[in-house]
């Protein structure tokens, strides 16, 4: 069976050794970059699928890389490796288009965890959804609306659908408003009121009768933004 190639850019040795022993202990085949330069250099010139990149790096940073490998490789699914509290590195980076983060230090079942939701869902992959379930009925992509078991159904706008859809495909995670301004609304989350998110998921949660005092589809996390209901399966 073909290992599938993981680019793991971190100038910290010992960060990357533990990266890529934990790749390869899972069955990916990673390889390794400490600088910006040579981690373009593998990323246009290797059958890559995934690559983990860390945005302070030698010689070329990390949002450089990321810029220049979506030019070249538009569908190459990126997970950015940040410090604790470069919020804003983060949304720099989600902006130029990385799939999804991962915060140091984190376990190595987070990491894998992440790895296999990014590559699941990655276009190079395709995994697009087409059902959401929800605990009384469904929500119907193409159609754009939920629908019930008793059989009544409730339209939804082009960002509540957004705003669900980006929920599901990253169940299991807690998502932050200033993320969803960025990923969903394609907004500049600076000087932007983080409270238009929590009137759209008010909303939203009205529409999938969702419980708002005690909700089982978005989840509200104290303190970070919002999650998906976990237990709900997501269907492509």
Partial sequence: MTRRQVLVVEDDAPIRRGVVDALEAHGYLPIEAGDGATAIELALGRPIELMLLDLML?????????????????TLPVIILTARGDENDRIAGLRLGADDYVVKPFSVRELIARVEAVLRRSPERPDELHEIPLPQGVVDVARREARFGDGSRAELSERELSLIRYLAQ???RAISRQEILTRVWQLDPAGVETRTIDMHVARLREKLRDDGDAPTIILTVRGKGYMFGEGLGVHA
């Avoid at 030698?58 to 538009?74: F, H, K, N, S």
């Fill in 170 to 172: 990253h169940a299991g």
């Fill in 58 to 74: 030698p010689i070329c940073g990390g949002l450089e890389v990321l810029t220049q490998v979506r030019d070249a490789r538009p």
